[in-house]
């Protein structure tokens, strides 16, 4: 198609202004006492007002240095790199999927698992205000979009959330204390809800298999042993993410290991 790199240009630049207001959402999501919405976009630090012209994605930050225009304390990279990462993807959907109700579907899919990546990594907290909503929207993206079943996805997100809460239980009983926290069974639960019962096995092994490394890597450097802690959400939310883009590769992979051959 002639206007596709015009299309995945506009796809790009659509991505970039959701990852702007993804970083307002990352920002006082975990805060129960702001809102998403009101105020306007300010510095967190000196509390000054942004501007439009502070408030382009990326092109705000190359300009200004990385400091704020005002108190001229240093700007968190966190926004440049998520506006960034949500442009990539939402062009990346388009290029996968086409202008189609998969690529919006998704869209809101990966959104989420930015926000839940980030908040993850500072909080270390999953929020139930984009897991729950986003197991239905799973179930009702499966109704309207080719890419899955309903039934793949009804098994999905009832084997998704069951597995590691049989996971969980089992290590409790085991150790008497918790090794997974709830927000990640709700968050396996969407991811099955939007790819499917077939995407489990990879995310479960690809997450587990790059968590262990680095907590292994965490308890060397931090010296803490078995009480060191690191947030499972992400390495559950990348997995996904490279079951949703790779899916077909993943596949051939299981057919070499299951059948000698591709």
Known sequence: MESLPLVLFFALLLGAIVGSFLNVVILRLPSEDESIVFPASHCPRCQNILSWYENI????????????????????????????????????????????????????????????????????????????????????????????????????????????????????????????????????AMIGAFLGWQALPFVIFASSLLGATIGIIAMIQQGKGGKTRIPFGPFLSLAALAYLFFAEQVNQLYQFYLHGSF
């Not at 190359?62 to 440049?80: N, T």
């Open 57 to 188: 994605p990326v092109i705000s930050f190359l300009a200004l240095r990385g400091r704020c225009r005002h108190c001229h304390e240093r700007i968190s990279l966190q926004y440049p790199v998520v506006e960034i990462c949500m442009a990539l993807l939402s062009a990346a959907l388009v290029h996968r999927f086409g202008l189609s109700i998969t690529s919006a579907g998704y869209s809101i899919f990966c959104a989420a698992l930015l926000v839940i990546i980030w908040i993850d990594i500072e909080h270390q907290i999953i929020p139930d205000v984009i897991s729950l909503p986003g197991i239905l929207l799973g179930f009702i993206f499966s109704l309207v979009s080719p890419a899955l079943t309903w039934q793949d996805s009804l098994i999905g997100l009832f084997l998704g959330g069951g597995v590691l809460y049989a996971i969980a239980l089992l290590y409790y009983l085991w150790k008497k204390q918790e090794g997974m926290g709830g927000g990640d069974i709700k968050l396996l």
